[in-house]
């Protein structure tokens, strides 16, 4: 335990998982009732049960690092900071993984109704000429500021579609400030991150992408985006004064009436001919995509961090999708979060809400983006991607939460370092406390096991 390969070994260590259940026996008749039980059993309502919970968690020595950058309009200071705290985060994957770490960058453009391929007519909200559409991007970036304005110029080099630690430096280039971690501001306004990350992995792992994903290496995914997932092509109109707050409205599953100040809920737009109802795509699709499609049901292996607009940070799941009616007559979204020192017209993120519903699900990580700084949000999700798990959820529900003790490579852990969550029926780390890589979990309780 807290072993990690040497660079340039490969192997795959895992944690394994066992729940015993032993037969119940009364400790009624004694006058210590509990005197009956024994060392791996535990009295409670006067029964003696026994159950031992270790969590399975398969952690390969060996990761594929997936970012997911929104490339719209309002992104600039964010791949910049991106950029900036990359090496830092290379330099932890190095340490933990040697040469055996991949790393690619996928951007939340996908061609739609209102995102078509960019010309000489369609200069904004298009698809760059790699394709977009779950396409690991290939063009190595680089800002020149014109009074105030960014423009950016691209050099293509395809051997930087899969990045290790021998081309690390074409996600960012300090000497050069080029690298693919600047896709561009031009990018699709109907931001869409989940769709080309499940196109990324399937079907493009075996063509355009292809030489990236391992079976036998850690999946990780960090998105980095100041607008919500907008789902699949066709699941919005997009055609609509309301433009991309309608991925709101079907994120939440209701909007409000247009041009109504008086708010009056709707379950689809009036201006959509079709009338397709507000919804989109489960996120819980994109976790069994993720976990039982990629990963053959190792749930341990796909690892998901999020920098994304949170209204919390210590407690992102309090993030909501929230309406205002707004100075020019239609009704917006309030922002989750604003960026400190901040001047500008980008200086907010709207709520990332299913962004962070995956993270949740799969005891992620979640960083809000309105921070001046990445380098240690960056530190915090290199950790997770080596490893770093919070939410273990128990195989039977306890019978007495208040007896459940955890141990993290045999020392026993305080109350004050985890938590139980009765709805997801886990046991929760606290952030500051989460096991790293190659920790054995030992969670006892008492279980009728039934």
Not at 427 to 441: C, T
Request: hydrophobic fraction near 35%; charge should be negative; proline fraction near 6%.
């Amino acid at each position: 335990m807290g072993f990690y390969p040497g660079k340039g070994t490969v192997m795959k260590k895992q944690i394994f998982a066992l729940l015993f259940c032993l037969p119940l026996s009364t400790c009624s008749t004694y006058n210590d009732p509990c005197d009956k039980c024994g060392d791996d059993e535990a009295c409670f309502e006067g029964t003696c049960h026994a159950a031992l919970y270790k969590g399975m968690f398969h952690v390969s020595s060996s990761v594929d690092v997936i970012f997911l950058v929104d490339n719209s309009g309002s992104m600039v200071g964010e791949q910049v900071q991106l950029a900036h705290s990359f090496q830092a985060f290379a330099s932890v994957l190095e340490q933990k993984f040697g040469d055996t770490f991949h790393v690619a960058v996928v951007t939340t453009g996908m061609e739609s109704q209102a995102c078509p391929p960019c010309d000489l007519n369609v200069t904004a909200s298009c698809i760059n000429e790699t394709g977009e559409n779950g396409r690991f991007q290939d063009r190595k970036g680089h800002i020149i500021w014109n009074a105030g304005t960014p423009e950016f110029d691209f050099v293509q080099d395809t051997s930087c579609r899969v990045m290790t630690d021998s081309n690390a430096d074409c996600f960012y280039d300090t000497a050069q400030e080029r690298g693919i971690a600047l896709v561009g501001v031009r990018g699709c306004g109907y931001e869409r991150g989940l769709a080309p990350l499940r196109y990324a992995l399937d079907p493009l792992s075996n063509s355009y992408n292809a030489g990236f994903l391992r079976d036998d290496a850690t999946l990780a995914v960090i998105v980095i985006s100041d607008e919500d997932d907008c789902g699949e092509v066709g699941e919005v109109y997009e055609a609509t004064r309301d433009f991309g707050n309608i991925c709101y409205f079907a994120s939440k599953g209701e909007g409000p009436e247009p041009d109504n100040p008086d708010y009056t809920p709707m379950t689809y737009h009036p201006g959509d001919p079709e009338q397709r109802p507000y919804q989109l795509t489960p996120v819980k699709e994109y976790y069994d995509f993720l976990v039982n499609e990629v990963k053959g049901g190792r749930k341990g292996m796909v690892k998901f961090a999020a920098i994304v607009g949170v209204t919390d940070p210590n407690d992102p799941s309090t993030t909501t999708i929230e309406y205002e009616w707004g100075s020019h007559n239609r009704w917006g979204i309030v922002d989750a979060c604003t960026t400190p020192g901040c001047t500008g017209n980008y200086c907010y993120a709207k709520p990332g809400t299913r962004y962070i519903e995956l993270a949740e699900k799969l005891g992620g990580l979640v960083e809000s983006i309105c921070q001046e700084d990445f380098a240690d949000p960056m530190m915090r999700i290199a950790g997770a991607s080596t490893g770093y798990l919070r939410i273990f959820p128990l195989s039977y529900p306890p019978t007495s939460p208040d007896s459940i003790r955890v141990w993290v490579d045999e020392i026993e852990r305080a109350d004050n370092e985890w938590s139980w969550d009765p709805e997801k029926q886990a046991v929760v780390f606290a952030a500051a406390y989460a096991p790293s890589s190659y920790s054995l979990i030992k969670i006892e309780y008492p279980t009728a096991c039934q």
